[in-house]
């Protein structure tokens, strides 16, 4: 089993005790898994009330189901995301995230994206 910032855990779990609340927002870079699939490109994954239905805890990461529209049960896809793909996760008291605040950081993961050159 691979070590696990347990700071990153923490951020996680109010991340899911928030999903409660709509005024909570989140984004996630990361690389994840499509359904199981193979590793896609790095990009943000938005964590709110209205945009993920479920959030499982893994060993080696989280599982999700990402929602486009709420009413519609057949939109929604699962992605998993390994712990060691998450680059950055911020969190915003509004949807536009205009004043976000850096939660999380890893810039060994987010220099191998080329995301993030100038820290």
Same mark, same amino acid.
């Given at each position: 089993?691979?070590?696990?910032?347990?700071?990153?855990?923490?951020?996680?779990?109010?991340?899911?005790?928030?999903?409660?609340?709509?005024?909570?927002?989140?984004l996630v870079?990361?690389?994840?898994?499509?359904?199981?699939?193979?590793?896609?490109?790095?990009?943000?994954?938005?964590?709110?009330?209205?945009?993920?239905?479920?959030?499982? #805890?893994? *060993?080696?990461? /989280?599982?999700?189901k990402l %929602? @486009?529209?709420?009413?519609?049960?057949?939109?929604?896809?699962?992605?998993?995301?390994?712990?060691?793909?998450?680059?950055?996760?911020?969190?915003?008291?509004?949807?536009?995230?205009?004043?976000?605040?850096?939660?999380? #950081?890893? *810039?060994?993961? /987010?220099?191998?994206?080329? %995301? @993030?050159?100038?820290?």
């Open positions: 089993m691979e070590k696990v910032d347990l700071n990153l855990l923490a951020i996680i779990n109010q991340i899911i005790s928030d999903l409660s609340d709509r005024s909570k927002h989140y870079l990361a690389n994840y898994y499509f359904y199981h699939d193979k590793l896609t490109n790095f990009a943000p994954v938005y964590f709110n009330n209205d945009a993920i239905d479920d959030i499982q #805890l893994t *060993e080696d990461g /989280m599982r999700c %929602v @486009f529209y709420k009413e519609d049960s057949d939109d929604r896809f699962t992605i998993r995301i390994p712990y060691n793909q998450i680059g950055k996760i911020t969190k915003c008291e509004d949807s536009e995230f205009v004043k976000e605040h850096t939660l999380f #950081l890893n *810039e060994e993961v /987010m220099l191998r994206y080329e %995301v @993030f050159k100038d820290i």
